[in-house]
């Protein structure tokens, strides 16, 4: 039975063990999984370093040895390894890990695992189900097949050739050309290519020619968008991918090699595994705070975020992408970058938090501008970069959308200038009474009336992607067990809370989706990524969340609240599940996202029906 008082309870365990998780200075750092791929990868990366500098024995080859036998200790029983320790073995993690054990000579030391791994890579298709798994885009099957090659697995000719002295272009150029790899991996296109150059270069000497003049200039390139902390977007694989191929045509005293392994030196964990990334601080802190109600989060916990928060936001042009001003990257570290994901969340969480102080009303108006500024010609907004469409990860996508409309109707609503998707009301307003308007009321409308246009294209977005069944596609998460790795209910989840922000649960096309989500609940009352996916944590809280309080479907929130006060009582709710999707098919999971959704979904619960008269709800509905 839901009772009120059942879920006061339970968010109350769930909300004290998020609340416990924050750090004194008022963020939430979380915990990525360890990753068998990024440990094979920064395996490699050290030994050809090694290989070259043979003086740091003693230094590199604890860490070497420490990723191999963390290896070993975490090969699936099929012989394979998947991307995190609750995955199962994929062809690209398990050639990675096989290639690592030649690479450093070890094949001899652990005989029956590498015995294993052969079996299965060769099982599975070996290098040609990599090709296939990644199709058209090379920004992972390149670097994979990469590290095959410098581990003597693979002849370097049958390597594809990346264009690397495109890296000498201006950055504005790359949206007009469609290159073979997505925005993000300008590190790995140069790198990698030069590489591929060195062992194995063009046979059309005007190629050549070209790429052995832009060695110097595009090395230059790298040094300057790599990040103080050495690492490429704060990700192990991407900066293994580049140390490896600088050390491997003999330059791991260079500056970007240097840098890089003092990166992967400082983020190796203690049992000998590497994360893919050193973490999430900045999402998971703003997921914390929507997570939370507001009477839990103290006056002091507040200011604190709210100053968290602000000292993150990007002030300058972000060197990697050349993003302007104003946005947020997913961690509070030097190698993060401005996206359309984590700018909203922001947004949301600062409006939440302090939305009257003056400094993030500032910092919200720069990120809402930011937004506008990114927004596609289809009328979606994409992670990184506006008008880089040739690739899935700089395509615009229904998550990073319904995000961005979310943190739209929020700032609206804020500012008393919400009058509904229709823009008319704000633009009658600025023939009538402009004139007469302060100037920075003036502004205030001006903007008002840019988002609200904006925000009808993005529903006429949404509309378009939504698939004839009634579900969307998100792009940064996944589900292991749901064809083709989808997770269309993290998708539906997200899309409808942009909808229901916006009070158009009503339109068809939300209707669709609902009926979508209700369809694929599982008979425990729980959720997965799709119809006959095991049930999660992340996933029914999320469907939970976007089904309350929609008429009709009382019985299916009723089913999906309990099994999520199940798993709390019993003190499960903070076992996670690989549903986060890094890039190019890269799973993790994430610490802290069963406690994060868990705490969301009741909170919405608590916020709507322990004051039903506010929001014309019926008590009894529980």
């Known amino acids: 039975m839901v009772s009120l008082d059942r879920v006061h309870r339970g968010y109350e365990i769930v909300a004290h063990a998020l609340l416990n998780e924050a750090t004194p200075e008022g963020a939430w750092i979380g915990e990525l999984s360890s990753s068998p791929l990024s440990t094979a990868t920064a395996i490699a990366a050290l030994q050809l370093v090694l290989c070259q500098e043979p003086e740091r024995v003693s230094e590199l080859q604890p860490f070497v040895l420490g990723g191999l036998h963390w290896l070993v200790e975490h090969q699936n029983p099929d012989g394979g390894w998947g991307d995190t320790v609750l995955s199962k073995s994929n062809i690209a993690t398990s050639m990675l890990a096989y290639s690592s054990f030649h690479l450093t000579q070890t094949v001899a030391r652990f005989d029956d695992p590498v015995r294993r791994a052969k079996i ?40 594809t050739p990346l264009p690397f002295e495109l890296g000498c272009l201006p950055h504005w150029f790359y949206r007009w050309i469609r290159l073979p790899v997505v925005s993000y991996a300008l590190p790995a ?45 704060e990700a192990t694989p991407l900066t293994s991918f580049v140390t490896m191929s600088l050390a491997s045509m003999g330059q791991p005293d260079h500056p970007v090699a240097r840098r890089g392994i003092e990166f992967l030196k400082d983020s190796v964990r203690s049992d000998g595994s590497w994360p893919i990334d050193t973490n999430l601080a900045t999402w998971v802190t703003t997921l914390s705070v929507g997570a939370l109600l507001a009477r839990s989060i103290s006056e002091q916990k507040s200011r604190s975020t709210t100053a968290w928060l602000l000292s993150q936001q990007h002030t300058i042009v972000h060197r990697y992408t050349n993003a302007d001003p104003g946005g947020w990257a997913w961690t509070n570290l030097s190698g993060g970058v401005p996206d359309a994901d984590d700018t909203p969340g922001a947004v949301l969480a600062l409006l939440k938090l302090e939305p009257i102080n003056p400094e993030v009303r500032l910092a919200v108006e720069k990120a809402i501008e930011w937004l506008l500024n990114l927004q596609n010609s289809d009328g979606g907004w994409p992670t990184f970069c506006r008008g880089w469409g040739a690739l899935p990860f700089d395509r615009s996508a229904p998550d990073l959308t319904a995000h961005t409309l979310r943190a739209f109707h929020r700032w609206l609503s804020v500012n008393h200038v919400f009058s509904g998707v229709s823009s008319a009301s704000c633009r009658n307003r600025r023939l009538n009474v402009g004139a007469k308007m302060p100037e920075a009321e003036w502004k205030q409308v001006l903007l008002a009336d840019r988002v609200q246009r904006a925000a009808v294209r993005g529903f006429r977005f949404l509309a378009r992607t939504q698939r004839s069944d009634g579900a969307w596609l998100p792009l940064w998460f996944g589900n292991q067990f749901a064809n083709d790795d989808e997770n269309p209910v993290y998708g539906v989840s997200r899309v409808l809370m942009a909808y229901r922000d916006w009070l158009r649960l009503d339109d068809p096309v939300a209707r669709r989706g609902i009926s979508w989500l209700a369809s694929v609940q599982n008979c425990d009352g729980g959720w997965g990524g799709a119809l006959l996916t095991p049930s999660s944590l992340e996933e029914t809280a999320l469907a939970v969340e976007a089904l309350l309080p929609v008429p009709d479907y009382e019985q299916a929130c009723r089913r999906g609240l309990e099994w999520i006060l199940v798993q709390v009582e019993s003190g499960k709710f903070r076992e ?37 008269a506010a929001h014309d709800v019926d008590p009894c509905w529980y």
């Open 189 to 233: 296109l140069i790198a990698i290519g030069q590489v591929r150059h060195h062992h194995a270069p063009s046979r059309n000497p005007l190629i050549r020619l070209i790429r052995r003049m832009a060695v110097i200039p595009t090395l230059g390139k790298l040094a300057r968008i790599q990040p103080e902390s050495g690492g490429f977007l």
């Open 120 to 159: 299965y890579v060769d099982q599975h298709g070996g290098i040609d189900a990599i090709r296939r798994r990644y199709g058209k885009d090379h920004s992972f099957s390149v670097p994979i097949l990469t590290q095959c090659a410098l581990a003597g697995l693979i002849p370097w000719h049958t390597l």
């Open 576 to 612: 996670p599940a690989p549903i986060g999707l890094y890039f190019a098919k890269l799973w993790y999971f994430e610490r802290l996202y069963p406690i994060i959704f868990t705490s969301s979904a009741l909170a919405r619960f608590l916020d709507l029906f322990s004051c039903p």
